[in-house]
């Protein structure tokens, strides 16, 4: 069974904006590689930092909406911990009511990653 979950990824603020769609990319190849099937990415742009953290001030934020099975999870943190262009990560399972909050036509259609757009 596949589980709603919200996860939000930190990436390097020296990355470019072709370097932050790779690395969306690949985060999204992840999460489909695993089982799961990602339902939004919402790229926030690149923010300042509420407190420094890795010795970083600023930070490119994406939100990730997905389903996936939790097996999935662990792998996918397995992966963050080595991976460099991610600095911060966090991943929440949606409850119940959070998951019937969501906008009818987020709960079942796909996204492609193509189909990100930033805001700044």
């Not at 001030?57 to 991610?86: C, H, N, Q, W």
């Not at 966090?90 to 757009?117: D, F, N, R, Y």
């Amino acid at each position: 069974m596949n589980n709603f979950y919200e996860k939000v990824v930190l990436l390097l603020p020296t990355l470019s904006e072709e370097e932050v769609q790779e690395v969306v990319n690949k985060i999204s190849s992840i999460i489909t590689e695993n089982g799961g099937e990602i339902l939004k990415i919402d790229n926030w742009g690149k923010r300042k930092l509420a407190y420094k953290l890795n010795k970083q001030t600023m930070g490119y934020y994406v939100l990730f909406l997905f389903k996936a099975p939790s097996s999935a999870i662990k792998k996918m943190e397995e992966f963050y911990r080595v991976y460099d262009p991610v600095f911060k990560f966090m991943i929440v399972k949606l409850t119940k009511q959070q998951i019937a909050a969501l906008p009818p036509e987020i709960k079942g259609i796909p996204v492609e990653p193509s189909e990100v757009t930033a805001k700044v």
